[in-house]
């Protein structure tokens, strides 16, 4: 009785067939690096060009100095207003500062003062103790306060800062920040297992504009009939700004954020030119390969 018997396979045939196996396989790969490094080098291409434009509108923002000259120019303009300039000065309060609660000889013209609850409650599901924000209390105080050039606090060209609070990215200095653990005792460890609930710990916050701070405001500058400068949130609908800290200072960190945006994009651009450049190259040559046998 004779059988067919099937022919071992080629070591060859198989050492092909493993190749283009793994050919196709990193096809796909190098397709989704490829793709997802174009995709963000575009996003950040956008982020590029948005942050380009919004600095160039910054620089077309007059900038007005805190002197006579100021003072000359808008005595001279219809209504005695400037619609929206950037202008900087040091702030100091027009009459008594606030006294920080926490830090002794610390001094400013806004504070905000933040205590936080933090509890811990049980999910039943679980059985685990999850954190969890409670009865947070949060008190502000200002004083009115000017800017004044830097360096010279006796000069009587001032600017008056009106309704600061309103203005967009205001940013108050941490003064002082600490937590402190509730305390556990035998018998509430048995009324927090009942209720779910058992206090964690307080946190007491306490940011402020200190005095002598240099402040950067962008707003509508007038003069009143008492020649004394405000500024103010524009009528126009541009925004109100107060950045603490100084003009050059703000417009660095706009061409930093610009700088960085542009690296990534030419960096995510050209990691993914390179991997689709090494991939065509491999592929031309397994097709001279093919060709030359």
């Given amino acids: 009785m004779t059988g067919s018997r099937q022919a071992p396979s080629c070591p060859l045939q198989a050492q092909g067939t493993h190749q283009k196996m793994s050919d196709e396989t990193c096809t796909p790969l190098t397709l989704i690096c490829v793709g997802s490094s174009f995709a963000l080098s575009g996003l950040f291409y956008h982020l590029y060009k948005r942050k380009r434009e919004e600095i160039q509108q910054l620089k077309k923002i007059p900038k007005v100095e805190l002197n006579e000259e100021l ?8 209504h005695n207003r400037l619609p929206y300039v950037a202008i900087e000065g040091v702030v100091l309060p027009d009459g008594e500062p606030l006294a920080s609660q926490y830090v002794p000889r610390c001094y400013g013209v806004i504070q905000r003062v933040i205590v936080q ?6 999910n039943r599901i679980t059985n685990t103790w999850n954190t969890a924000k409670h009865n947070r209390k949060e008190t502000t105080n200002t004083v009115p306060f000017s800017l004044v050039p830097a360096g010279i606090y006796s000069t009587p060209v001032t ?4 309704s600061p609070m309103t203005a967009t990215d205001l940013y108050l200095e941490m003064v002082y920040s600490r937590i402190r653990k509730a305390k556990e005792t ?8 009942m209720s779910g609930e058992k206090p964690w710990c307080l946190e007491e916050r306490e940011e402020m504009l200190k005095v002598g701070s240099t402040l950067t405001g962008f707003g509508e500058l007038i003069m009143d009939s008492s020649r004394v400068l405000r500024l103010r949130p524009p009528q126009n609908g541009q925004k109100y700004l107060l950045i603490t800290s100084s003009y050059q200072s703000y417009l660095q960190q706009h061409q930093s954020s610009v700088n960085m945006w542009k690296m990534l994009t030419a960096v995510f651009g050209l990691a993914g030119a390179t991997v689709l450049l090494v991939f065509l190259y491999r592929r031309y040559l397994k097709e001279s390969e093919k060709k030359g046998t």
């Fill in 71 to 78: 003072l000359r120019q808008l005595h001279a303009l219809h």
């Fill in 117 to 122: 609850e933090y509890k811990k409650v049980l």
């Fill in 159 to 162: 600017v008056h800062v009106e």
């Fill in 186 to 193: 035998f018998m509430g460890y048995f009324e927090q297992e």
